[in-house]
């Protein structure tokens, strides 16, 4: 018994859900390490905050890696839906004094329902024509949004903020000396994060999971072969926008404000840019994105310090061709992203790398890698 | 003219060609029968430069060609009449014809040429000015015929030029296959199911069977073998 | 009713560039089927360029400029980045597009700041409002009309009457069998690229001093150029520009006769893809594409 406790796998979680469960704490059990160069940056407060987001992220981009990435269905309007939930969240909480959990889950199925419903006219739409009617939902959400019809829940241009409230959720008051507001906040996401995670994960590897595979990789074969696509084309919406829906009301919680534009087409085209870096059609990918996501601020301000001049030459607004310019490469490169390339490293034996590597000399390998990196550049006219 | 030798040619990890060789005299009618999928409109390609040889040369008039981009090897003089027509639907007979002299500079004899087609092909003629789209399908094979010859090509090829015509439309095409070699001395290169019309109007014969080489003969020969008469020419 | 003809002819105006943009997502998803999200921005980059040659020269000498720029920056994006995903799935293309538009976007913001800039109109067509009756048509409309129509002309010429023209049209019906006839498809390519960015450049320009020149002008603009492409059958140049004027000509008088407070265009644009694109996904004009099993 105590044997199969201490396999490697089992030590593995197990350090992983410590860190998990800890995280909030580390800046106070460590603190001594906050001048460290590496740790340092670990034991610092804001982390927690951050380590929030990144569970929201992670949420809101596996659902979009269930549609795009396995269902193969291209959405740009993901971001619409994140808005849906987090508009609905919001007005729940504020407007109708509903209960937190409540809210988000309310948020979570209303924006299901409503992305299963939007699967349908997707049904007849694929590929391109597919991009264009999301592109048009993102572009048109926030004017809609606006609009009298519903201005009296969401306020138009002005938004929906919680200063009278003040953000939830709020720390219960048995836990209030253990735990503070940050602290507390990390926990409500990353628990719901944690178990949307393992709810993706199980969803992979079901039935559920390669009708999806299926229907991306050949529409009409897996017609052939008795799967009802339409349904599942549905459900693969409906799935996704749930967990867009879950992932917007939770990242209300960390915003003390919700507009029109919060969720516009910039952002849905990063977050395909991040999935793409990260890794489609595949969990962890998902969390690699997330992870691009939560730090991109900061990546790029990293390559502002590395790049001379980089100061001057204003790299930091320069984020968007950043985005683009690495999705452009990536796709360019191979598609499976972070994750793809993770696992074809994994597939390597140590011992096999550095045979080749001692068997080959300097020249050869920088012609040979000059060679591959440029191939999809070559001219191909066939 | 053309020489193929030890040809292998793959669509991804398919292997369509393994080790084919073939010659073309200059002035003949050399035909290429065999099965669906033994390699001909792979071999056809290969040579049009649409497909590249993973080993082995082809030679056009003693140069090597075989990496050429294919617009090279029009204007070198060979130009085919692909598999299943493929002729511009949306475009008119004449700007699909047109569109066969492209790599051409000399405008009058293209206009002569065209005339020549039109002689040919009379239909063509008549319906100069409607969408391809609307053709028949023979009306279709002699335009897809029609648009190789006007790259005043020497040397012609034809891939199944026979497929899914009337038997009569089948003998016209072939008789026009005939007048094109003997009176405009354009070498041709066929590729056929229909081995007998084939074998009609060919001096040599090759037999493709999956990828390889299996027969060649002189036309005559092949019409006797026994073994091609059962399997190809049913009798 | 004069009220009616005006908002008619500002439809048309505006429906014209929206007809221009269009055309060039068709130019481009004819020819390699692949649909170009980063139309809009291409154009507005294309735009500020101009924008920098009006400082130091004339109008025209500018306008001149960033068409031939236009070229050139369509050429090369094609070439360098399109071209490496042209076979392969149809979702890379779409992809580097979607890349594009970021990326784009950021550039033209980093380089020139959030500020609209302010644009001129085309210099022939100053002056006051054109009167016919009781109606009045402002000079500047009819400039923009006038001005798309000579475009659309003269591509249409050059597609009909110009071997590379024909060349081109082949290339997007059949690339094995241009290729046969001694086509080079890359340069087709390239060429369709670069056509359609400088067509996007001049309704670009013919844009901005409606809009204000700023680095978020094109967002609803290329909503509305789908939406005229969609509606015109993706294949069909004519049908985009069909598309594009009456887009241009419905938005103005639902906007006019609007009976609720605020804007519902960009969600009108919407509802009309969503709609086309259930009901009859080629559009009014396209051809129905067989899908091969």
Same mark, same amino acid.
């Given at each position: 018994?105590?044997?199969?406790?201490?396999?490697?796998?089992?030590?593995?979680?197990?350090?992983?859900?410590?860190?998990?469960?800890?995280?909030?704490?580390?800046?106070?059990?460590?603190?001594?390490?906050?001048?460290?160069?590496?740790?340092?940056?670990?034991?610092?407060?804001?982390?927690?905050?951050?380590?929030?987001?990144?569970?929201?992220?992670?949420?809101?981009?596996?659902?979009?890696?269930?549609?795009?990435?396995?269902?193969?269905?291209?959405?740009?309007?993901?971001?619409?839906?994140?808005?849906?939930?987090?508009?609905?969240?919001?007005?729940?909480?504020?407007?109708?004094?509903?209960?937190?959990?409540?809210?988000?889950?309310?948020?979570?199925?209303?924006?299901?329902?409503?992305?299963?419903?939007?699967?349908?006219?997707?049904?007849?739409?694929?590929?391109?024509?597919?991009?264009?009617?999301?592109?048009?939902?993102?572009?048109?959400?926030?004017?809609?949004?606006?609009?009298?019809?519903?201005?009296?829940?969401?306020?138009?241009?002005?938004?929906?903020?919680?200063?009278?409230?003040?953000?939830?959720?709020?720390?219960?008051?048995?836990?209030?000396?253990?735990?503070?507001?940050?602290?507390?906040?990390?926990?409500?996401?990353?628990?719901?994060?944690?178990?949307?995670?393992?709810?993706?994960?199980?969803?992979?590897?079901?039935?559920?999971?390669?009708?999806?595979?299926?229907?991306?990789?050949?529409?009409?074969?897996?017609?052939?072969?008795?799967?009802?696509?339409?349904?599942?084309?549905?459900?693969?919406?409906?799935?996704?926008?749930?967990?867009?829906?879950?992932?917007?009301?939770?990242?209300?919680?960390?915003?003390?404000?919700?507009?029109?534009?919060?969720?516009?087409?910039?952002?849905?085209?990063?977050?395909?840019?991040?999935?793409?870096?990260?890794?489609?059609?595949?969990?962890?990918?998902?969390?690699?994105?997330?992870?691009?996501?939560?730090?991109?601020?900061?990546?790029?301000?990293?390559?502002?310090?590395?790049?001379?001049?980089?100061?001057?030459?204003?790299?930091?607004?320069?984020?968007?061709?950043?985005?683009?310019?690495?999705?452009?490469?990536?796709?360019?490169?191979?598609?499976?992203?972070?994750?793809?390339?993770?696992?074809?490293?994994?597939?390597?034996?140590?011992?096999?790398?550095?045979?080749?590597?001692?068997?080959?000399?300097?020249?050869?390998?920088?012609?040979?890698?000059?060679?591959?990196?440029?191939?999809?550049?070559?001219?191909?006219?066939? | 003219?053309?020489?193929?030798?030890?040809?292998?040619?793959?669509?991804?990890?398919?292997?369509?060609?393994?080790?084919?060789?073939?010659?073309?005299?200059?002035?003949?009618?050399?035909?290429?029968?065999?099965?669906?999928?033994?390699?001909?409109?792979?071999?056809?390609?290969?040579?049009?430069?649409?497909?590249?040889?993973?080993?082995?040369?082809?030679?056009?008039?003693?140069?090597?060609?075989?990496?050429?981009?294919?617009?090279?090897?029009?204007?070198?003089?060979?130009?085919?009449?692909?598999?299943?027509?493929?002729?511009?639907?949306?475009?008119?007979?004449?700007?699909?014809?047109?569109?066969?002299?492209?790599?051409?500079?000399?405008?009058?004899?293209?206009?002569?040429?065209?005339?020549?087609?039109?002689?040919?092909?009379?239909?063509?003629?008549?319906?100069?000015?409607?969408?391809?789209?609307?053709?028949?399908?023979?009306?279709?094979?002699?335009?897809?015929?029609?648009?190789?010859?006007?790259?005043?090509?020497?040397?012609?090829?034809?891939?199944?030029?026979?497929?899914?015509?009337?038997?009569?439309?089948?003998?016209?095409?072939?008789?026009?296959?005939?007048?094109?070699?003997?009176?405009?001395?354009?070498?041709?290169?066929?590729?056929?199911?229909?081995?007998?019309?084939?074998?009609?109007?060919?001096?040599?014969?090759?037999?493709?069977?999956?990828?390889?080489?299996?027969?060649?003969?002189?036309?005559?020969?092949?019409?006797?073998?026994?073994?091609?008469?059962?399997?190809?020419?049913?009798? | 009713?004069?009220?009616?003809?005006?908002?008619?002819?500002?439809?048309?105006?505006?429906?014209?560039?929206?007809?221009?943009?269009?055309?060039?997502?068709?130019?481009?998803?004819?020819?390699?089927?692949?649909?170009?999200?980063?139309?809009?921005?291409?154009?507005?980059?294309?735009?500020?360029?101009?924008?920098?040659?009006?400082?130091?020269?004339?109008?025209?000498?500018?306008?001149?400029?960033?068409?031939?720029?236009?070229?050139?920056?369509?050429?090369?994006?094609?070439?360098?980045?399109?071209?490496?995903?042209?076979?392969?799935?149809?979702?890379?293309?779409?992809?580097?597009?979607?890349?594009?538009?970021?990326?784009?976007?950021?550039?033209?913001?980093?380089?020139?700041?959030?500020?609209?800039?302010?644009?001129?109109?085309?210099?022939?067509?100053?002056?006051?409002?054109?009167?016919?009756?009781?109606?009045?048509?402002?000079?500047?409309?009819?400039?923009?009309?006038?001005?798309?129509?000579?475009?659309?002309?003269?591509?249409?010429?050059?597609?009909?009457?110009?071997?590379?023209?024909? =060349?081109?049209? @082949?290339?997007? !019906?059949?690339?094995?069998? /241009?290729? %046969?006839?001694? &086509?080079?498809? *890359?340069?087709? $390519?390239?060429?369709?690229?670069?056509?359609?960015?400088?067509?996007?450049?001049?309704?670009?320009?013919?844009?901005?001093?409606?809009?204000?020149?700023?680095?978020?002008?094109?967002?609803?603009?290329?909503?509305? =150029?789908?939406? @005229?492409?969609? !509606?015109?059958?993706?294949? /069909?140049? %004519?049908?985009? &520009?069909?598309? *594009?004027?009456? $887009?241009?000509?419905?938005?103005?008088?639902?906007?006019?006769?609007?009976?609720?407070?605020?804007?519902?265009?960009?969600?009108?644009?919407?509802?009309?893809?969503?709609?086309?694109?259930?009901?009859?996904?080629?559009?009014?004009?396209?051809?129905?594409?067989?899908?091969?099993?």
């Amino acid at each position: 018994m105590v044997q199969s406790l201490l396999r490697p796998r089992v030590l593995g979680l197990a350090l992983l859900g410590l860190v998990i469960l800890g995280f909030p704490y580390f800046n106070t059990m460590f603190e001594f390490m906050s001048g460290w160069p590496f740790f340092g940056w670990w034991v610092d407060p804001f982390r927690i905050f951050q380590a929030g987001r990144f569970g929201v992220w992670i949420i809101i981009l596996l659902g979009l890696n269930l549609l795009t990435g396995y269902s193969g269905q291209i959405s740009l309007g993901h971001g619409a839906f994140v808005a849906v939930g987090a508009y609905v969240a919001a007005i729940l909480m504020t407007q109708y004094d509903v209960h937190v959990i409540l809210a988000v889950v309310a948020a979570g199925l209303f924006t299901g329902a409503v992305g299963f419903l939007v699967g349908a006219p997707a049904l007849r739409l694929t590929g391109p024509y597919l991009a264009i009617a999301t592109l048009a939902v993102v572009i048109a959400l926030p004017q809609i949004l606006k609009h009298d019809l519903v201005s009296d829940w969401t306020l138009a241009s002005q938004g929906i903020n919680f200063y009278e409230q003040g953000t939830p959720p709020r720390t219960p008051e048995m836990l209030e000396d253990m735990v503070n507001k940050d602290q507390w906040l990390y926990y409500c996401t990353i628990v719901p994060a944690l178990i949307m995670t393992v709810l993706a994960w199980n969803i992979t590897r079901s039935r559920l999971g390669r009708a999806f595979i299926a229907i991306r990789d050949t529409e009409i074969g897996a017609q052939q072969m008795g799967i009802d696509v339409a349904l599942y084309k549905m459900t693969a919406f409906g799935v996704s926008s749930f967990y867009a829906g879950i992932g917007g009301a939770l990242f209300v919680f960390s915003e003390a404000v919700l507009g029109p534009a919060t969720f516009d087409i910039v952002i849905s085209l990063t977050m395909l840019a991040v999935l793409v870096l990260g890794g489609m059609a595949s969990v962890l990918g998902s969390i690699f994105a997330a992870a691009i996501m939560t730090m991109r601020i900061e990546i790029v301000d990293t390559l502002v310090k590395l790049i001379p001049f980089g100061e001057e030459l204003r790299i930091d607004a320069l984020r968007g061709a950043i985005y683009g310019g690495l999705l452009i490469v990536a796709i360019i490169m191979g598609p499976r992203g972070l994750a793809g390339g993770i696992r074809e490293l994994a597939k390597v034996k140590p011992s096999a790398i550095i045979e080749r590597v001692r068997s080959l000399r300097v020249a050869e390998v920088l012609r040979i890698g000059t060679q591959r990196l440029l191939q999809p550049f070559r001219r191909r006219d066939r | 003219m053309l020489k193929v030798s030890e040809v292998h040619a793959s669509y991804g990890p398919v292997l369509a060609l393994r080790g084919v060789s073939l010659e073309v005299p200059a002035g003949s009618i050399v035909a290429v029968l065999g099965a669906n999928g033994a390699g001909k409109s792979s071999m056809l390609r290969a040579i049009s430069g649409l497909l590249r040889p993973s080993q082995g040369t082809i030679e056009f008039e003693g140069r090597r060609i075989d990496r050429l981009a294919p617009e090279r090897i029009v204007q070198m003089g060979i130009s085919q009449a692909p598999e299943g027509r493929q002729i511009f639907t949306e475009l008119t007979v004449m700007e699909n014809l047109r569109l066969g002299a492209y790599t051409r500079n000399d405008g009058k004899e293209v206009k002569q040429d065209l005339e020549k087609v039109f002689s040919y092909f009379p239909v063509l003629g008549e319906r100069r000015k409607q969408e391809a789209g609307t053709l028949s399908g023979g009306e279709q094979q002699m335009l897809s015929i029609g648009r190789a010859l006007m790259a005043k090509p020497k040397l012609l090829l034809l891939d199944e030029p026979s497929l899914g015509l009337a038997p009569m439309l089948v003998r016209e095409i072939f008789d026009i296959i005939k007048t094109v070699n003997e009176q405009d001395g354009i070498t041709v290169l066929l590729v056929e199911q229909d081995a007998n019309m084939a074998l009609g109007v060919a001096r040599y014969g090759y037999v493709l069977e999956t990828g390889e080489v299996a027969l060649h003969e002189t036309a005559e020969n092949l019409r006797r073998d026994e073994s091609v008469r059962r399997a190809y020419l049913g009798y | 009713m004069e009220q009616f003809i005006q908002q008619v002819a500002t439809g048309l105006a505006t429906g014209s560039i929206y007809a221009l943009l269009a055309l060039a997502v068709v130019l481009i998803y004819r020819s390699t089927e692949v649909v170009n999200f980063a139309q809009g921005e291409m154009a507005m980059l294309t735009t500020f360029i101009a924008w920098t040659f009006l400082t130091s020269m004339n109008y025209w000498l500018a306008f001149f400029l960033a068409v031939l720029v236009a070229l050139f920056i369509g050429a090369l994006l094609e070439r360098v980045l399109l071209r490496p995903v042209e076979e392969g799935p149809v979702l890379n293309p779409i992809i580097v597009t979607l890349g594009l538009f970021t990326a784009l976007n950021s550039v033209v913001l980093w380089r020139y700041g959030g500020d609209p800039k302010p644009f001129p109109k085309v210099p022939f067509f100053e002056g006051g409002p054109f009167s016919v009756g009781a109606v009045a048509i402002s000079r500047a409309n009819i400039g923009v009309f006038c001005a798309a129509v000579v475009i659309m002309v003269a591509l249409y010429l050059f597609f009909t009457y110009t071997k590379v023209g024909l =060349a081109m049209r @082949a290339t997007a !019906l059949n690339r094995g069998a /241009s290729r %046969l006839v001694g &086509i080079r498809v *890359g340069q087709m $390519l390239t060429l369709g690229w670069a056509l359609s960015a400088a067509v996007g450049a001049v309704a670009g320009m013919l844009a901005a001093p409606i809009v204000a020149l700023s680095t978020n002008m094109m967002f609803g603009l290329i909503l509305f =150029a789908f939406a @005229a492409a969609v !509606l015109g059958g993706l294949t /069909s140049p %004519l049908g985009a &520009i069909l598309g *594009g004027l009456t $887009l241009g000509v419905v938005q103005n008088l639902a906007a006019t006769y609007n009976p609720t407070e605020s804007s519902v265009d960009l969600a009108i644009a919407f509802l009309i893809i969503v709609v086309v694109l259930v009901i009859r996904p080629t559009g009014l004009l396209g051809k129905r594409a067989v899908r091969r099993v």
